[in-house]
Each structure stands twice: as C-alpha cells, then as structure tokens.
T-cell receptor, first 113, second 111 residues
Framework: DTAVSQTPKYLVTQMGNDKSIKCEQN?????MYWYKQDSKKFLKIMFS???????INETVPNRFSPKSPDKAHLNLHINSLELGDSAVYFC????????????FGPGTRLTVL | GQQLNQSPQSMFIQEGEDVSMNCTSS?????WLWYKQDPGEGPVLLIA???AGELTSNGRLTAQFGITRKDSFLNISASIPSDVGIYFC???????????WGLGTSLAVNP
C-alpha cells in the first residue's frame, strides 16, 4: 500500500555515467516533484509536474531531465554524472485541492565515485 | 533560494521533557506544514495548517498557524526516544506550487 515509491533505494555509479530514478504515486494526486537533499539536509526543489506538464523548473543543470509519462509517474534522468550530484533525491506528490500538502517517497541515495 | 528561519537548529533533551520549535517567514503564507524525517527515510507529514490562528493536534504534537501568517510553531509534549529525528517546517504562499522549507531542527532524546 505504498503511497509514493521510488526505485532504486541506493545507486552507486561512476562519474560520467547516465542513470535514471523512477517514482510512482498511487494517491491519485495531480502534481509530482523531485527534490535534492544535500549532506546538510536542506531540501531543494528541482522540478514539478502537474498533469504531465512542467510547472516548476529551478536552476538545475540541464544534465537533469525529468519525464512524466502520466500523472502517476515522474522519472528523473541524469546524464554525465558528477561528484557533486551525490545526494539523496526525493520524489513527492500533492493534490491542488488539498492545499498542496506534499507526500514524500523514501528517497534514492545516489553516490557518484 | 528562499528559506524559512527555523529554530532551534538542534535540541538535546531528556525523555519526558516538552519541546518547542518555530519557523518564521518574511512573507505571508497560506499553508504551514510540519514534517519529521527519520534517518534513511523521506519526510513524513505530521501536521498541516491552512488558516491563520489554527491550532491543530496530532497525538502529543501540537502546531499553530500564526495570526500574522508569517510564523508557526510545533510543540511536542512528554518526549519519548522515538521522537528523535529532524523536524522541518514548510510553507506555501499560494501563488505557485512551490513549498519554502526551513533548514530543520535536529532533535535528540536522552532516555
């Protein structure tokens, strides 16, 4: 009965590789988000999609490309991984009629070597 | 990016003590949210506040939406060891879908 799920939980890869993280929500929400949490625990919004349309696109390197095949899924593809990309990435979802209260997935810990 | 002023940054208390933390903003918010993050997990919503002055409880947790709409506090009564974690406040001004986040309050409870 997982509400927001992400795969994989852990991702270890070499610099320069391309990787993807997947997110799915079964809450029936219309909006999904990607956050990056650094070692100081600050949660930084990266992207948001509402009904498959990009609505938030913060200052993120264009090596990061979100893709939303439908409103229950939001994937994050990262090209040419760099050491500084190491962090925990969280997916979240919300519903506009519920005050945009966001519900988070368990996170993906990305380590770039 | 914009951040909320959340304090204290960390707390170390004895089991059974009450805890209070707060967040302030330079702008008016329509929504205040409080989350808890356990190690290795995602933030979990504790309390959501949608109206100025609103006081809401969730078990031993109580949170209030400040009358000025620029602040919120979270109280935890009779703390227990499983209260350990990082508590985040977040707010939304309503003009877009973006939450503004505090930097977190790290709580440690000594049994």
């Amino acid at each position: 009965d997982t509400a927001v799920s992400q795969t994989p939980k852990y991702l270890v890869t070499q610099m320069g590789n391309d990787k993807s993280i997947k997110c799915e929500q079964n809450l029936g929400h219309d909006t999904m988000y990607w956050y990056k949490q650094d070692s100081k625990k600050f949660l930084k919004i990266m992207f948001s999609y509402n009904n498959k349309e990009l609505i938030i696109n913060e200052t993120v390197p264009n090596r990061f490309s979100p893709k939303s095949p439908d409103k229950a899924h939001l994937n994050l593809h990262i090209n040419s991984l760099e050491l500084g990309d190491s962090a925990v990435y969280f997916c979240a979802s919300s519903q506009v009629l519920r005050g945009d209260t966001q519900y988070f997935g368990p996170g993906t810990r990305l380590t770039v070597l | 990016g914009q951040q909320l002023n959340q304090s204290p940054q960390s707390m170390f208390i004895q089991e059974g003590e009450d805890v209070s933390m707060n967040c302030t903003s330079s702008s008016i918010f329509n929504t205040w949210l409080w989350y808890k993050q356990d190690p290795g997990e995602g933030p979990v919503l504790l309390i959501a506040l949608y109206k100025a002055g609103e006081l809401t409880s969730n078990g031993r947790l109580t949170a209030q939406f400040g009358i000025t709409r620029k602040d919120s506090f979270l109280n935890i009564s009779a703390s227990i060891p499983s209260d350990v974690g990082i508590y985040f406040c977040a707010g939304n001004a309503g003009n877009n879908r973006k939450l503004i986040w505090g930097l977190g309050t790290s709580l440690a409870v000594n049994p």
